[in-house]
């Protein structure tokens, strides 16, 4: 089986020049990742770091970074492993001639990601957030030429910023509730947060925006479709960068949003509710790549379990395991690459014989799966030792989340066996000829990752009190110390560990009668989750068909009808929810000429609406605004009435131009009373009425009003407030205003020429 996005690694062009971009392409990882190296004896110190500047600062907005433990764990893992995947990437996709535009989009997601888990400030986090979003959807939809590769990356587009628009909500309203979108400031003001009538909309907002970024259930069928994207692309994505955001999200707000029974259960239950059933679907899988991406998901069902936990224990296994977890991962999709690349296919049942063949990429497959499997003494054994440690130390449901952590684990044995031996041993394929050995530059990057799990598995100082701890610190803010080291004793973790590994064996053993007893056909079941996507996106294309047949078919009697309703229901509202006022109304004292005025535009207001004939309902308009503007004329607004009657004449001679070549819509040539529009009109009129009334006896104090008032004549030079608001402090927008209307003008001429055109033919 061979994916679009790997198919194109191979069939792109030789002779396309690469070998400066395998030279330079690691250097901006590498030189972050020592930068941040160079710090790391501070922040096993516990000092902390922060820079940047201000943004915006009317909403008090800043760029600005904060360095602690847990930001500093995520950014080396982010930089380190993208060294590896970069050097990964300049040989799997030699040759190709878009390989210049995927570092490019390698190097945006890296940027988003790094300045996702630095960001100090909440908004500037979400930037990031976004940035990720983005640099996902084209690094998935790389191979643009296949359908499947633009459907996966459409759907991860939608899914991951659906939940950045639930996560900027819920950012604006921690802002509200703190009074400061600074994260440093908002770590502090927990108990704040969790007092407020809004943390529970906060809590389920900021769950929804992590849950699909880390493809938690329901959103967890987007991440398995992600494997259109080439190999190295997936195996960034799987280890270090993008579903490890809803990760960090968790574990940064965990000092905000936790010690909470929501958090607990919410947390709790949707890991192991995704761990389960991602664990059955890899059981299913004959494609290395997908069996690998179905681990990951359970691998963040099994943090996101650990991160519901107030327990330091819990805590503690979430981040030992999320290193483990990233060191291993980024191996195992770099195997199966290799694997990929050389042979032609992914499939399971195709694969055997390969050790041979491929002696550096199995020694990383079996190194990398052995931790994966939690096998002494690798970084995975102490990794799964301080899950279940963790797990007996939660306090709500011990059994049930030390029960879903051992079939999580025993199903990432069996998988472990899947990519490390199944490919690897048995008779050499019948086309040996056509496999070639891979070049260094393919599994160079695995093999260090793997010979980590190994190292770090043999001295886990080296990694416990420089980041485990300071993360841990970070995150539930008391020093923490943590003790990783291969041997126990003889407990329940260890004996909890022997009997995963037993199961797991055993169900590698029967895999063939698992998958035949599992691969039910279930591929348009209404629970499929894939399936109810598609069927949603159906669902929204035909309800937006659905409305425009209804409001937007083209009569423009229904676009005002549908305008003037929703503006009568939007100011009965505002009247409504304003509460009690009052309208007083005092018998205006006028003389003759102002109440012609007034007899004038009531008369056109009534004739225009009961005439017959189109061109008397346009006679008795031009009566109406001759009436308004004497209105104006008479109560001291001379500027607004002259403008009233320019607007007014070139109406007219507008109507009476284009009136000759209106379309007849009445065989009889006359327009019938339309009760129902005239009494939409009424509403409409009178509402706008009690809603002017209504203002007007709200006291109103503007500073800006008043700004205007005093600064009309000293700096503008101009005592027609009016005037110099238009055109002195507000020009560019009267000159945009201008630049619309002949647009329009524009517009209108080109469409009436190409009318009177079709109409001369």
């Given at each position: 089986m061979e994916s679009a996005g790997d198919t194109e690694s191979r069939n792109g062009d030789r002779k396309t020049p690469g070998k400066w971009i395998s030279l330079?392409?690691?250097?901006?990882?590498?030189?972050?990742?020592l930068s941040l190296l160079y710090h790391l004896p501070d922040i096993s110190a516990g000092r902390e770091f922060?820079?940047?500047?201000?943004?915006?600062?009317?909403l008090d907005v800043s760029f600005r970074f904060y360095i602690d433990g847990l930001s500093f764990l995520f950014a080396l893992l982010i930089s380190g492993i993208g060294f590896f995947i970069t050097i990964y990437a300049a040989e799997y996709l030699r040759g190709n001639p878009l390989l210049r535009r995927f570092f490019l989009y390698l190097y945006l997601f890296m940027i988003g990601m790094l300045g996702l888990v630095l960001a100090s400030d909440l908004i500037t986090l979400f930037v990031f957030w976004e940035v990720t979003t983005v640099a996902s959807y084209l690094l998935i939809g790389f191979n643009h030429a296949s359908a499947v590769a633009r459907r996966s990356a459409l759907q991860a587009l939608l899914v991951t910023a659906l939940g950045g628009l639930c996560l900027l909500t819920a950012f604006l309203l921690l802002g509200e509730i703190s009074g400061s979108y600074d994260l440093q400031a908002l770590l502090t003001k927990g108990e704040q947060v969790r007092a407020s009538s809004l943390y529970i909309p906060v809590l389920l907002l900021v769950l929804i925006g992590a849950f699909s970024k880390s493809a938690q259930l329901p959103f967890h069928f987007w991440l398995p479709n992600a494997m259109a994207a080439p190999t190295p692309v997936s195996a960034y994505l799987h280890s270090a960068t993008m579903v490890k955001a809803g990760i960090y999200l968790l574990a940064r707000l965990h000092p905000v949003l936790a010690h909470t029974e929501y958090w607990e259960w919410i947390l709790t239950c949707t890991g192991i509710a995704t761990a389960a059933v991602a664990a059955i679907a890899a059981l299913r899988q004959t494609d290395l790549k997908l069996a690998l991406a179905y681990t990951t998901v359970i691998a963040l069902g099994t943090i996101t379990m650990f991160l519901g936990s107030d327990a330091s224990a819990a805590v503690a296994a979430a981040i030992t395991f999320l290193l483990v977890h990233s060191f291993y991962?980024?191996?195992?999709?770099m195997v199966v690459g290799i694997i990929d690349r050389q042979t032609g296919t992914r499939d399971l049942t195709k694969l055997h014989g390969l050790a041979k063949l491929l002696p550096l990429a199995?020694?990383?497959?079996l190194a990398s799966a052995l931790s994966m499997a939690g096998f002494p003494p690798f970084l995975g054994f102490i990794g799964k030792e301080l899950k279940y440690e963790g797990a007996l130390a939660v306090a709500s449901e011990p059994a049930l989340v030390g029960t879903a952590a051992i079939f999580a684990n025993a199903v990432t044995v069996t998988v472990a066996g899947m990519v490390a031996i199944k490919p690897f041993f048995g008779p050499p394929p019948v086309d040996i000829s056509c496999i070639q050995r891979a070049p260094p530059g393919l599994w160079i990057s695995p093999l260090v990752l793997s010979a980590f799990g190994l190292t770090f598995g043999l001295a886990p100082d080296l990694i416990g009190g420089g980041l485990v701890e300071p993360a841990l610190t970070s995150i539930l803010g008391l020093p923490e110390t943590i003790d990783l080291k291969l041997w126990h004793g003889i407990n329940v973790p260890l004996l909890m560990s022997i009997f995963t590994f037993v199961f797991g064996v055993f169900m590698y053993l029967k895999l063939k009668q698992l998958r035949s007893w599992l691969n039910w056909d279930f591929t348009h079941a209404p629970t499929n989750a894939d399936v109810l996507w598609d069927k949603s996106l159906e669902y929204l294309k035909s309800f937006a068909a659905l409305q425009?047949?209804?409001l937007q078919n083209g009569i423009m009697r229904r676009y005002l009808t549908v305008i003037f309703?929703?503006?009568?229901?939007?100011l009965s509202y505002a009247l409504l929810h304003t509460g009690q006022f009052s309208l007083e109304f005092v018998w205006p004292n006028l003389n003759l000429k102002e109440w012609a005025a007034v007899l004038l535009?009531?008369?056109?207001?009534?004739?225009?609406?009961?005439?017959?004939?189109?061109?008397v309902a346009i006679c008795a308009l031009g009566?109406?605004?001759?009436?308004?503007t004497l209105i104006y004329l008479f109560f001291g607004a001379p500027d607004v009435a002259i403008t009233q009657i320019l607007v007014e004449t070139l109406y007219l001679v507008l109507i009476a131009a284009i009136l000759p070549r209106l379309p007849v819509f009445s065989r009889s040539k006359k327009v019938r009373f339309r009760p129902r529009d005239a009494v939409l009109g009424g509403i409409v009129g009178l509402l706008i009425t009690v809603s002017i009334l209504v203002v007007l006896q709200t006291p109103f104090e503007s500073p800006v009003s008043e700004f205007y008032k005093e600064a009309a004549v000293p700096e503008a030079h101009g005592r027609n407030i009016v005037n110099v608001i238009l055109v002195d402090f507000r020009a560019l927008d009267t000159f945009g205003e201008i630049i619309v209307v002949f647009t329009a003008a524009i517009a209108a001429v080109t469409l009436l020429g190409h009318q009177l055109r079709r109409g001369k033919q």
């Amino acid at each position: 089986m061979e994916s679009a996005g790997d198919t194109e690694s191979r069939n792109g062009d030789r002779k396309t020049p690469g070998k400066w971009i395998s030279l330079l392409a690691p250097i901006p990882p590498a030189l972050i990742a020592l930068s941040l190296l160079y710090h790391l004896p501070d922040i096993s110190a516990g000092r902390e770091f922060s820079f940047g500047f201000t943004w915006v600062s009317e909403l008090d907005v800043s760029f600005r970074f904060y360095i602690d433990g847990l930001s500093f764990l995520f950014a080396l893992l982010i930089s380190g492993i993208g060294f590896f995947i970069t050097i990964y990437a300049a040989e799997y996709l030699r040759g190709n001639p878009l390989l210049r535009r995927f570092f490019l989009y390698l190097y945006l997601f890296m940027i988003g990601m790094l300045g996702l888990v630095l960001a100090s400030d909440l908004i500037t986090l979400f930037v990031f957030w976004e940035v990720t979003t983005v640099a996902s959807y084209l690094l998935i939809g790389f191979n643009h030429a296949s359908a499947v590769a633009r459907r996966s990356a459409l759907q991860a587009l939608l899914v991951t910023a659906l939940g950045g628009l639930c996560l900027l909500t819920a950012f604006l309203l921690l802002g509200e509730i703190s009074g400061s979108y600074d994260l440093q400031a908002l770590l502090t003001k927990g108990e704040q947060v969790r007092a407020s009538s809004l943390y529970i909309p906060v809590l389920l907002l900021v769950l929804i925006g992590a849950f699909s970024k880390s493809a938690q259930l329901p959103f967890h069928f987007w991440l398995p479709n992600a494997m259109a994207a080439p190999t190295p692309v997936s195996a960034y994505l799987h280890s270090a960068t993008m579903v490890k955001a809803g990760i960090y999200l968790l574990a940064r707000l965990h000092p905000v949003l936790a010690h909470t029974e929501y958090w607990e259960w919410i947390l709790t239950c949707t890991g192991i509710a995704t761990a389960a059933v991602a664990a059955i679907a890899a059981l299913r899988q004959t494609d290395l790549k997908l069996a690998l991406a179905y681990t990951t998901v359970i691998a963040l069902g099994t943090i996101t379990m650990f991160l519901g936990s107030d327990a330091s224990a819990a805590v503690a296994a979430a981040i030992t395991f999320l290193l483990v977890h990233s060191f291993y991962k980024a191996a195992l999709f770099m195997v199966v690459g290799i694997i990929d690349r050389q042979t032609g296919t992914r499939d399971l049942t195709k694969l055997h014989g390969l050790a041979k063949l491929l002696p550096l990429a199995f020694i990383a497959a079996l190194a990398s799966a052995l931790s994966m499997a939690g096998f002494p003494p690798f970084l995975g054994f102490i990794g799964k030792e301080l899950k279940y440690e963790g797990a007996l130390a939660v306090a709500s449901e011990p059994a049930l989340v030390g029960t879903a952590a051992i079939f999580a684990n025993a199903v990432t044995v069996t998988v472990a066996g899947m990519v490390a031996i199944k490919p690897f041993f048995g008779p050499p394929p019948v086309d040996i000829s056509c496999i070639q050995r891979a070049p260094p530059g393919l599994w160079i990057s695995p093999l260090v990752l793997s010979a980590f799990g190994l190292t770090f598995g043999l001295a886990p100082d080296l990694i416990g009190g420089g980041l485990v701890e300071p993360a841990l610190t970070s995150i539930l803010g008391l020093p923490e110390t943590i003790d990783l080291k291969l041997w126990h004793g003889i407990n329940v973790p260890l004996l909890m560990s022997i009997f995963t590994f037993v199961f797991g064996v055993f169900m590698y053993l029967k895999l063939k009668q698992l998958r035949s007893w599992l691969n039910w056909d279930f591929t348009h079941a209404p629970t499929n989750a894939d399936v109810l996507w598609d069927k949603s996106l159906e669902y929204l294309k035909s309800f937006a068909a659905l409305q425009t047949r209804i409001l937007q078919n083209g009569i423009m009697r229904r676009y005002l009808t549908v305008i003037f309703v929703t503006l009568s229901l939007a100011l009965s509202y505002a009247l409504l929810h304003t509460g009690q006022f009052s309208l007083e109304f005092v018998w205006p004292n006028l003389n003759l000429k102002e109440w012609a005025a007034v007899l004038l535009t009531v008369g056109g207001t009534f004739t225009a609406g009961a005439a017959s004939r189109p061109l008397v309902a346009i006679c008795a308009l031009g009566a109406l605004g001759v009436g308004i503007t004497l209105i104006y004329l008479f109560f001291g607004a001379p500027d607004v009435a002259i403008t009233q009657i320019l607007v007014e004449t070139l109406y007219l001679v507008l109507i009476a131009a284009i009136l000759p070549r209106l379309p007849v819509f009445s065989r009889s040539k006359k327009v019938r009373f339309r009760p129902r529009d005239a009494v939409l009109g009424g509403i409409v009129g009178l509402l706008i009425t009690v809603s002017i009334l209504v203002v007007l006896q709200t006291p109103f104090e503007s500073p800006v009003s008043e700004f205007y008032k005093e600064a009309a004549v000293p700096e503008a030079h101009g005592r027609n407030i009016v005037n110099v608001i238009l055109v002195d402090f507000r020009a560019l927008d009267t000159f945009g205003e201008i630049i619309v209307v002949f647009t329009a003008a524009i517009a209108a001429v080109t469409l009436l020429g190409h009318q009177l055109r079709r109409g001369k033919q």
